[in-house]
């Protein structure tokens, strides 16, 4: 049973940081390329950022670029994203997503529809 479980939402201040996680079990990560995608309230869910999955190509919105950074360990199966200068615009709930990362992924990272697999998500809110 493949689960992505999101952590380090919450509530900050403009300006702040967070980190948030994504813990994965039940798939063989090293073969998923890694995504997040956000979902403000009456909003569709729109990509912010992806990594392949050896880590060595990372892509972002233009929304965040300069301010979000995605990482990943393959030996936690983890990926991250550190998010500095948060703005009251980047309030949504934060999804980690995979697709497996065959030769198509460089064309898939950014549609959320092309995703295999879906964490529950993570509120995170910044107040101005």
């Known amino acids: 049973q493949v689960q992505l479980v999101e952590s380090g939402g919450g509530l900050v201040q403009a300006g702040d940081s967070l980190r948030l996680s994504c813990a994965t079990s039940g798939l063989t990560f090293n073969n998923y390329g890694m995504a997040w995608f956000r979902q403000a309230l009456g909003k569709e869910r729109e990509f912010v950022s992806a990594?392949?999955?050896?880590?060595?190509?990372?892509y972002y919105a233009d929304s965040v670029k300069g301010r979000f950074t995605i990482s990943r360990d393959n030996t936690k199966k983890t990926v991250y994203l550190q998010m500095n200068n948060l703005k009251p615009e980047d309030t949504a709930v934060y999804y980690c997503?995979?697709?497996?990362?065959?030769?198509?992924?460089?064309?898939?990272?950014?549609?959320?529809?092309?995703?295999?697999?879906y964490g529950k998500g993570t509120l995170v809110t910044v107040s101005s």
């Open positions: 990594i392949n999955r050896d880590g060595t190509n990372t």
């Open positions: 997503a995979a697709a497996l990362a065959g030769s198509r992924w460089y064309s898939i990272y950014s549609d959320p529809r092309a995703m295999n697999y």
